[in-house]
């Protein structure tokens, strides 16, 4: 028979759930506010903020950026990291160990160190073009997620499947793509989503790396909020929560929410 | 081509993508720290006489180390409760958990902006409430800062402690129970032992993520409650001291592996399996 929780424990833990949900519903509730300062709850309800968050050209540009970033920031990653993940999987004998260490090293060095690296030694040292730099940053930064999560799947594959495909004549990069790559698909996409949604949500790194013309939509949010504080930050907020739940929906599906929790 | 060739090729891109924007990158930084002309260590010395710069880091400590221990203490009767709800309930909080932890480090800020403003809604409902005349000042100090890490790192906290917590099995528990331990004597003598790893973990976590944050200390603590990401870039952005920005990076970097390194020897040693 399962055990019940004692009360006060239970209690306890609504409690946190509510102080970790309550702000964001607080967020929700203001950026439908009527009125032109931040109420909650809100007075009167309006969908012009937005509007609003579309009309002003610096959010809808750097909307744009920051979705472009993430989306070949990723792939690049995920590019190279897939037969980082593979080679580790697979030829586990061969390869030293350390290096496992070295993909999660992006984690290790605190962001901001990156950031600020990036931008002395790439960005104004080898006078590389600010959004390059910001690519690779972002490459950079999402690449344990990639080596990690597709990892993760390709433990659970049977490499003989591929050992038959191979020993019956098929080349090895055919056997790749056509017997690992669809086994590992949910590693992939979930890698791909938790690197996207990592990416977009960036600050530490971008705040080195934007300059005129370039931008991401964090750091446009930032700047933004030193001016002006009205309900239009909310409703760019709630839009990124949109994006956050659509991530949610995707790696539910793939490898389940529960892959978070380990 | 062998074996061993075709792995190394493999990870090549990867390994040379860290080596030439993190590896060199990061080292050259640290470079230009040794490299003055007043000598080998003058930056640090520098950094270690000021009593501004001292306080920052100090202050980082503090905040770091204060959102840790909350973060733990909120963390795990909660991860607790998750690791013992029924399957469906269970996989909702774990939604319900995940959904901030996803959310935008700027989103969450802002949040707090919004609760502990001078016209915040905390504020608001206080004088409503008649408990105040005048509205507080939260924001800019330090129990704002914390209040707002605490809040962005108790989702993980909790997702680290859940995956602990669900491997010890019930029937562990109720052994120990059945045997005559109290309540307090099962958690002390079964389940903490168990869950330790998965703490130690977390700890480091939230430790590494709240010393070295940028965002929620430059919104919700400003100029008044600089940490040392904040400094880093202040120095780096707006005066331009690059080398006074290099010796922070630095510190940050030292700091932040001697926490990982520290704790990992400390985790082996407490690991009951390993033990």
């Known amino acids: 028979m399962r055990r019940r929780i004692h009360p006060a424990l239970a209690a306890f833990a609504v409690v946190t759930f509510l102080f970790l949900l309550g702000p964001l519903i607080i967020i929700v509730g203001t950026s439908l506010s009527d009125t032109v300062f931040l109420a909650f709850p809100p007075q009167g309800l309006t969908l012009r903020w937005f509007e609003n968050a579309f009309e002003i050209s610096a959010f809808r540009r750097t909307m744009w950026t920051s979705f472009t970033l993430a989306v070949l920031g990723t792939a690049l990653s995920l590019l190279i990291g897939i037969p980082a993940a593979y080679a580790m999987a697979r030829y586990r004998i061969q390869l030293p160990r350390f290096l496992g260490t070295i993909f999660v090293l992006p984690v290790l060095v605190p962001e901001i160190v990156l950031g600020f690296a990036l931008m002395k030694s790439v960005a104004t040292g080898l006078d590389t073009p600010i959004y390059t730099t910001l690519l690779v940053g972002h490459a950079l930064l999402v690449l344990p997620y990639c080596v990690r999560v597709v990892g993760a799947s390709l433990a659970q594959f049977d490499f003989s499947i591929e050992e038959a495909a191979v020993s019956l004549g098929c080349p090895r990069w055919k056997a790749f793509l056509t017997v690992v790559l669809p086994n590992i698909q949910g590693g992939v996409i979930a890698a791909f989503v938790l690197a996207f949604i990592t990416s977009l949500n960036d600050v530490s790194i971008s705040i080195f790396l934007t300059g005129p013309g370039v931008s991401t939509l964090p750091i446009q949010l930032l700047a933004h909020m030193e001016q002006f504080f009205d309900p239009t930050i909310a409703s760019v907020s709630v839009l990124l929560m949109f994006v956050t739940v659509a991530v949610m929906a995707l790696v539910e599906r793939t490898l389940g929410l529960t892959f978070l929790a380990k | ?275």
Do not use: C
């Open chain 2, 1 to 275: 081509m062998t074996d061993r060739r075709l792995a190394w090729a493999l990870a090549m891109p990867a390994l040379l993508l860290v080596a030439l924007f993190l590896g060199l990158p990061v080292l050259s930084t640290f470079g230009t720290t040794f490299t003055t002309d007043d000598g080998l260590f003058a930056t640090y010395e520098a950094f270690f006489q000021s009593r501004f710069r001292r306080s920052v880091l100090w202050r980082t400590m503090e905040v770091a180390t204060i959102t840790t221990a909350i973060s733990v203490a909120i963390g795990f009767p909660t991860a607790w409760v998750v690791a013992r709800a029924p399957r469906t309930l269970k996989s909702l909080l774990i939604v319900a958990a995940v959904f901030p932890l996803l959310t935008g480090v700027v989103v969450r800020s802002f949040a707090w902006l919004v609760i502990l403003g001078r016209n915040g809604i905390l504020n608001g409902a206080l004088e409503r409430l008649g408990l105040i005349e005048e509205p507080l000042t939260m924001l800019y100090t330090q129990g704002a800062v914390i209040v707002a890490m605490v809040y962005l790192f108790v989702p993980l906290m909790i997702l680290t402690l859940v995956g602990v917590l669900d491997a010890i099995p019930e029937d562990l528990t109720d052994a120990a129970a059945s045997l005559g331990a109290t309540p307090a004597a099962t958690f002390r003598q079964v389940v903490l032992p168990m869950a330790v790893p998965g703490l130690i973990v977390g700890a480091v976590l939230v430790f590494t993520g709240s010393f070295t944050s940028y965002a929620t200390p430059q919104l919700l603590g400003g100029e008044r409650q600089m940490m040392m990401g904040t400094f880093l870039h202040q120095r780096a952005m707006v005066t331009f001291d690059w080398v006074g920005a290099s010796t922070i990076a630095a510190i940050m970097v030292v700091v932040t592996l001697a926490t990982v390194w520290g704790m990992s020897r400390l985790a082996n040693r407490l690991n009951p399996v390993a033990g």
